[in-house]
């Protein structure tokens, strides 16, 4: 065994560059596995510190619009509760824009035990607070020039006045999740009170078994099912986000897998042409087949480790800054820690053996081929370059094809909402391509040389025949032809999220966001000087319970039972008809009747409606007054760019105001000069609105948000490619080296080398033209069913830009086009006379 060993790693080091290649592959592919595979556990570890913010040590947040008292928790054991009374009050700040002008802005006032909000970390830790201290934010701080040591007045019940003094001046976290945010003791909070006594609405529970979460939510949605309880880390929404997040990465992962799969296939023959010379040593010892075949796979079992280790060392050296330069985590103006935790050894483990069986498996079609040559062609190497096509192969094709064909075809039909189809689809089509491919080849290659004979061009004609027969030239071909198509569908989806960034769905050069007000109170900005239109944007999220059974049901046991599983949370829209500046509804008429409701597809499609229906809907299903009604489902429509799930329902605007009052929640406006618009409604209207951003801050704030996304995609466009550009740069070598005698004798017979180059030169641009044609087309096709896979994942349109399209795929032609430099430069460098002598 020592033996083999030291023989092996001989072999892996006699070939440096071959030996790098193969490791650097491997490496790749490891590196995606462990992006895809502890993509959820790091995403769930930056939701755990996003909650840490928020909601400090609690898992558990339960809210009521009753007082809940200890008392409600009765029976539960293994936790620990800080319970918190709430309160709002106004204080005016100065414009600074129009100094004779002030703005009221809402103060929200948290009331605690300071003992167990503090050990839950809700509140700043070592902070004792008498009933006349108060801590505020540093935003308020700074806004009213207050400082520690100050009085603050501040208003309660019956407008009542109580002066406190300022404790502390600390940082947005925890109860100071948002500006103007203030903190007192319960016995403050009873001065604010008209009865002296404080209502507790809202408690924030660590349940000490983590494993126990659920069970211990299960058991207060029971006792009590008008309170709100929320697991923070399992609420669906949260589980969906992290879902999402670890598919879209799986998916990419998946195209990296492929190209490294076929380029290792493509590889393999150089590996084994360099081990013909151990395999044939081995074989005339008296080795079998079968055992010689093992010792070699000792090797690629090497490659596969070293590839292993280093693809999940790299992930696990570089993972923080990764993730902090692709992902945003924002918590309103707060700063949150982005704590991924420790990476998933298990992940590691099995990323590590899942390189090995990849390394060991891919060659291994090839590896039997040549154990079980022939000694005697082993010792003179006539190894076959010749290229053989295959029945099973075309049948192969063919079956792959309709395999991938039907499961498009569920994909756009039957299982809309299920990725599988549509990734199945994808696969199925890359492998019938793969298999195919040198058939369609051999049909271009035949069709080139009857028009080099027409146009008198004898080594255009023997560049084709050499294109269809010779094994390495095809297998150039092809994974430059697979290469192609696969980085195509990334490109496409890249190109498709850029143009979703930089092409926001609307028509406006200011956009006002978190209105907060009616909308008189914005009236005024028509008013302003350089404006031409002013759109209000009525929507927001709600729950609603569809169907009268499930009505009646809700409507008579709500406060007995819980029906989170049952109440379906949406987007509502309320509009006259299509908007002019929110572009981002598509299928909407001009106008909408008073007891019509349109509804986007994805929500059709889960709730089991389409167009035509009628539907008993329970609007504002949580609220203190639901609304009622029979609606007719005029339509179906794409509300993808306005809510990126395609889960809105669009109301009449009379119903919308109806239910949920006038009050818009954003506006879209057409001015002359943005930016003085912007600082105009900044200056009268800043503490009633979010955000008040031109069209060019938007973007360029949606363009910050995605753009680590974005350049961790281009990376993998890159690693495709290079995969792609070291696969057929081995093989030119093999090729080369394969038909060094062939070109000796037509440099010595018929041809000088300077058309030796040619021929070669030639063999390697049909070989691209041909490859990156086709494959261009194949992309188009597996763009539309991978996009469709990705769309029951999240709403992600297609969209290609033509010129940047050509632009990579030219990129693509003469990445593939360099390899031929070194053939060229072997070419002028052979001594005729060595190979001559040898034949």
């Not at 079998?288 to 090497?302: D, H």
């Amino acid at each position: 065994m020592g033996v083999i060993l030291k023989h092996t790693f001989r072999n892996i080091f006699a070939k440096p560059l071959m030996t790098l290649f193969l490791v650097v592959t491997i490496t790749i592919c490891s590196f995606s596995g462990m992006l895809a595979f502890d993509m959820s556990n790091s995403v769930e570890n930056i939701f755990i510190g996003l909650f840490n913010t928020v909601a400090g040590a609690a898992n558990v947040v339960v809210g009521s619009s009753d007082d809940i008292e200890e008392s409600d928790f009765e029976g539960l054991s293994g936790y620990e509760a800080a319970y918190v009374s709430s309160k709002t009050s106004n204080v005016t700040v100065r414009n600074n824009q129009m100094y004779a002008y002030y703005n009221q802005k809402r103060l929200n006032i948290s009331g605690v035990d300071v003992e167990s909000a503090s050990k839950m970390r809700i509140i700043p830790k070592d902070v004792d607070l008498s009933e006349n201290d108060i801590i505020i934010d540093e935003v308020m701080a700074k806004e009213l020039e207050l400082n520690e040591g100050d009085p603050l007045k501040v208003y309660g019940d019956n407008y009542v006045d109580v002066e406190y003094r300022i404790k502390k001046i600390a940082k947005l976290s925890g109860l100071l999740e948002s500006e103007y945010s203030a903190v007192i003791s319960d016995e403050g909070m009873a001065r604010l009170c008209y009865d002296g006594r404080p209502k507790h609405t809202a408690v924030y529970i660590k349940v000490e078994d983590k494993s126990k979460v659920s069970e211990f939510c299960d058991a207060m949605e029971e006792r009590f099912p008008n309170y709100e309880v929320q697991d923070l880390m399992g609420e669906k929404m949260v589980q969906d986000q992290i879902n999402t997040i670890s598919n879209m990465f799986k998916m990419l992962f998946l195209v990296t897998l492929i190209l490294v799969i076929f380029v290792t296939i493509t590889l393999s023959e150089r590996i084994m042409r360099d081990r013909m010379s151990t395999i044939g040593t081995l074989r005339s010892l008296g080795v079998s087949p079968n055992l010689t075949a093992r010792i070699i796979l000792i090797e690629n079992m090497f490659y596969g480790l070293f590839g292993g280790l280093i693809g999940t060392g790299l992930y696990r050296a570089s993972r923080d800054a990764l993730f902090n330069s692709v992902f945003t985590v924002s918590a309103g103006s707060m700063e949150v820690e982005m704590n991924l935790g420790n990476v998933s050894v298990p992940v590691m483990i099995a990323v590590i053996i899942g390189a090995i069986v990849v390394e060991m498996l891919c060659p291994l079609r090839e590896l039997l081929k040549s154990t079980n040559t022939a000694i005697r062609d082993i010792i003179f190497d006539n190894k076959d370059t010749e290229y053989k096509y295959k029945n099973k192969n075309k049948i192969i094709s063919i079956v792959c094809a309709v395999i991938a064909g039907i499961a498009s075809v569920l994909a756009f039909t039957a299982f809309k909402d299920s990725p599988v189809p549509g990734v199945l689809g994808f696969l199925f089509m890359v492998l019938s391509l793969f298999c195919g491919y040198p058939f369609v080849l051999r049909t271009a290659s035949k069709i080139i040389e009857k028009i080099s004979m027409k146009v008198n061009n004898p080594i255009l004609g023997l560049a084709a025949t050499n294109l269809r027969s010779n094994k390495t030239s095809i297998g150039s071909s092809k994974l430059a032809f697979i290469a192609t198509s696969v980085c195509l569908v990334m490109f496409i989806y890249i190109s498709s999220l850029k143009h979703d960034v930089v092409t926001p769905p609307m028509d406006a050069d200011v956009i006002l966001r978190g209105l907060s007000e009616n909308v008189e109170s914005y009236e005024y900005i028509k008013t302003l000087d350089g404006v031409n239109k002013v759109e209000f944007d009525y929507s927001r999220d709600n729950s609603i319970l569809v169907g009268k059974e499930k009505i009646e049901d809700y409507l008579e046991n709500k406060y007995v039972k819980k029906f989170d599983d049952e109440l379906t949370n949406i987007k509502v829209f309320g509009t006259y008809g299509n908007p002019e500046l929110n572009q981002g509804y598509k299928g909407l008429p001009d106008s909408i009747s008073g007891d019509e409701i349109y509804i986007a597809k994805k929500l059709a499609r889960e709730l089991k409606l389409k167009a035509g229906d009628n539907a008993e809907i329970l609007f504002d299903a949580k609220g203190v007054v639901p609304y009622r009604g029979t609606f007719k489902v005029a339509g179906i429509i794409d509300s993808g760019q306005a809510d990126s799930s395609n889960r809105t329902i669009v109301l009449p605007f009379e119903l919308y105001k109806k239910i949920y009052l006038d009050r818009p929640s954003k506006a879209y406006i057409k001015t002359d000069d943005p930016v003085k618009t912007a600082e105009l409604i900044k200056s009268y209207s800043s503490s009633t609105i979010d955000k008040v951003n031109t069209i060019d801050e938007y973007i360029k704030e949606i363009q910050d948000l995605s753009g680590g996304e974005l350049a961790l995609l281009y990376m993998i466009i890159i690693i495709g490619v290079s995969l792609a550009v070291i696969g057929i740069y081995c093989n030119q070598i093999v090729g080369f080296e394969s038909r060094k005698r062939e070109s000796a004798v037509l440099v010595s017979t018929a041809m000088s080398k300077g058309n030796l180059v040619k021929l070669f030169f030639e063999e390697t641009v049909l070989s691209g033209v041909i490859a990156i044609g086709f494959g261009t087309v194949a992309g188009l096709v597996e763009t539309v069913v991978f996009i469709k896979a990705l769309k029951a994942i999240m709403e992600q349109e297609m969209f290609i830009n033509v010129g940047q399209t050509v632009v990579f795929l030219l990129v693509m032609f003469f990445t593939f086009g360099i390899t031929i430099i070194k053939t060229m430069r072997d070419i002028n460098r052979m001594k005729i006379a060595e190979q001559l002598k040898y034949e």
